[in-house]
């Protein structure tokens, strides 16, 4: 209170007199009582005593922590009837935690019972400068830039300004490590395609066997890839599969739609679709083998793949692509061909003309 | 001795001694004769007669009287030609069948069938056409699994059962009130007959795709996973950030709120 004299004595700043601003007027402060500590010094070392054993018992405790750490076995495990805990972890949670909480509940005790509780106002100060000190800035400010003669050769300034500006040239031509330019030529052989091909084989996922039509039952699932993304590794790998994965499920044909474009995609009732959501791409393998629809976990898109994967609940806006497949001479199934549009979630420049909408054929 | 010569004559003493010399004769038959043998042999014309009986009873009401199901109508039932014994067995045994009442999901509840009744209803419906039979005890065997195999196991896991049954194998939601039960604490006949055949809406994992060692070494994964004790003590149920989330916020965050209400309600100083 002693250092605001210049900016007005207390109580001459807020008009408490005003009575358009200050209908109600200012109560003050509330009467100050004294504690029970402050009248009493028996109950104040009581405080204290207090308050100095919740702060004493935090270097035990973090000596404890420290105890445990080494002494206790990693795999030693108490039970507290269906829980299973490891002691180590247990001990470790219990000393430290308690040590924080004594500390603070030493500092609450500390502030509510015995530090010094009375009451005062402290009125704000303008945040402006003084007029003093704004001429002073200004005239040093002067001075600095004749100083530095900046004024007089004019040439340092401007070539300063040129590689002041040119020096963020480096930071940005930077920013093209982050990816190829999205051109349209090279969205057609990245994002767009897939290393399906005519020809490829569909392999089990994980083993990477081949399969026959008659190995795939009625109501099977099969989690699947190209069996040419066993040739990539490394990046190249995870890109394709994210891409590429498919799942293949068998249907009873009788039960399905079957477009007639599509009549020859499927080999009796066998359809190969993207497992990549066409709303943000999750891998997608959570099918009902009876209702044939395949729901997305992430937001609830489903797809009806017993009708070419139209979207039949979710906030996905296209159908599933479907991969046409055929067996080749052993008997194996293969891609006839790779995806007609690109598989995966949405981005701004996808052409979605060639996607299957409910009503085509 | 005297006891029993004195009382030979008594009138009760031949009905007595009829009764014991039945009791005597069962005893020797039930140690003399082999076991009952519990199970679906097709070739057991008796059995299967049997399972036609138990079937007209508990099964027919929707799924016909000679299992050729009901597809409309409002009692609906799948036809159960083709389904095999492994289908009947998981089905009867976990308690999901014959259901309580026609609904979207068939929950699991207490068996009432004998194992010999189960294994006569699993003959009948295995005598309706060409099904997967129950598999043989070594198909799920894994005592014998290596480190390598478990960690292929999981790896099958994560991609052909994680997305209905979660990560752990928890279970999880599926449309219209369905859901993907828990696998934690199956019995490995069931977790093997269940990828066999298919049950409800789960996909059939047939025997040429996921082949008997991949089958066995996701039941291997299963089992050495839910073994393992957690070592943060509280697993919240293993369905990741949700619980979790929910734990941490409401009961720790919250808890922290009402520990620092509890203090500014009781004053900003001391009395």
């Given amino acids: 209170m002693s250092d605001d004299t210049s900016h007005g004595q207390p109580g001459t700043e807020v008009a408490t007199v005003d009575e358009e601003r200050y209908p109600v007027p200012d109560p003050g402060l509330e009467e100050h009582l004294p504690r029970l500590t402050d009248v009493d010094e028996k109950a104040a070392d009581r405080a204290t005593r207090q308050v100095a054993t919740f702060f004493g018992l935090v270097p035990l405790l973090s000596i404890g922590f420290a105890v445990v750490y080494f002494a206790v076995p990693g795999e030693a495990w108490i039970d507290f009837g269906p829980l299973r805990a490891n002691s180590r972890n247990l001990l470790l949670g219990l000393t430290f935690g308690l040590a924080l909480l004594f500390l603070g509940v030493g500092a609450v005790q500390w502030a509510r019972k015995l530090m010094d509780d009375e009451e005062r106002i402290d009125y704000r100060h303008s945040a402006a400068s003084s007029d003093d000190d704004k001429n002073y800035m200004l005239t040093e400010l002067d001075e600095v830039v004749e100083e530095s003669k900046l004024t007089r050769r004019k040439i340092i300034g401007r070539t300063l300004l040129a590689a002041l500006a040119t020096i963020l040239l480096p930071m940005i031509v930077g920013l093209a490590d982050l990816g190829p330019w999205p051109t349209k030529k090279k969205r057609a052989e990245t994002i767009e395609t897939t290393i399906w091909a005519p020809g490829v084989r569909v392999v089990h996922d994980v083993t990477f066997e081949p399969m026959k039509p008659q190995d795939i039952e009625i109501g099977q699932l099969v989690n699947a890839e190209p069996a040419n993304l066993q040739d990539l590794e490394g990046s190249e790998y995870q890109i394709e599969k994210a891409k590429a994965a498919v799942i293949v499920v068998r249907m009873d044909p009788n039960t399905i739609t079957i477009p007639p474009s599509r009549e020859d995609w499927q080999i009796g009732g066998i359809l190969c679709y993207s497992k990549i959501c066409t709303h943000v791409g999750c891998p997608i393998s959570l099918w009902e083998q009876q209702t044939h629809h395949l729901l997305c976990p992430c937001h609830q898109s489903t797809f009806d793949l017993g009708n070419s994967g139209v979207v039949v609940f979710g906030p996905a806006a296209r159908a599933l692509p479907q991969l046409p497949i055929t067996t080749d001479a052993e008997g194996y199934i293969i891609a006839r061909s790779g995806f007609d549009v690109p598989t995966g979630p949405s981005f701004f420049e996808r052409d979605s003309r060639k996607d299957f909408k409910v009503g085509d054929n | ?271």
């Fill in chain 2, 1 to 271: 001795m005297r006891l029993l010569s004195s009382r030979r004559r008594h009138p009760a003493a031949k009905a007595l001694l009829l009764v014991f010399g039945l009791f005597m004769m069962g005893a020797l038959y039930s140690v003399i004769a082999p076991p009952a043998q519990v199970s679906a042999d097709t070739g057991n014309s008796q059995q299967i007669a049997e399972g036609k009986a138990l079937f007209a009873v508990g099964c027919a009401s929707c799924h016909g009287l000679n299992g050729e199901g009901q597809i409309s109508g409002t009692i609906q039932g799948p036809p159960l030609t083709g389904v095999g014994a492994a289908a009947v067995d998981f089905q009867v045994s976990s308690g999901r069948m014959p259901m309580a009442r026609p609904g979207e999901q068939a929950p699991v509840k207490p068996n009432v069938y004998t194992e010999e009744e189960i294994a006569a209803l699993a003959a009948y419906v295995a005598s309706l056409g060409p099904g997967p039979a129950i598999p043989e005890p070594a198909n799920y065997d894994t005592a014998n699994l290596s480190a390598e195999d478990l960690a292929r196991g999981g790896e099958l896991f994560r991609t052909n059962c994680s997305a209905c049954h979660n990560f752990e194998g928890a279970g999880g939601a599926l449309p219209n009130g369905k859901y993907a039960p828990p696998l934690i604490g199956l019995d490995s006949q069931r977790v093997y007959e269940a990828m066999l055949t298919g049950p409800q809406q789960m996909p059939v994992f047939s025997e040429e795709v996921l082949r008997p060692e991949d089958k066995r070494a996701i039941i291997g994964y299963l089992n050495s996973l839910h073994e393992r004790p957690s070592d943060g003590g509280l697993a919240l149920g293993g369905l990741g950030p949700v619980s979790e989330g929910l734990w941490a916020w409401i009961i720790g965050v919250g808890g922290l709120i009402f520990f620092a209400m509890w203090i500014a309600a009781r004053g900003a100083k001391a009395k």
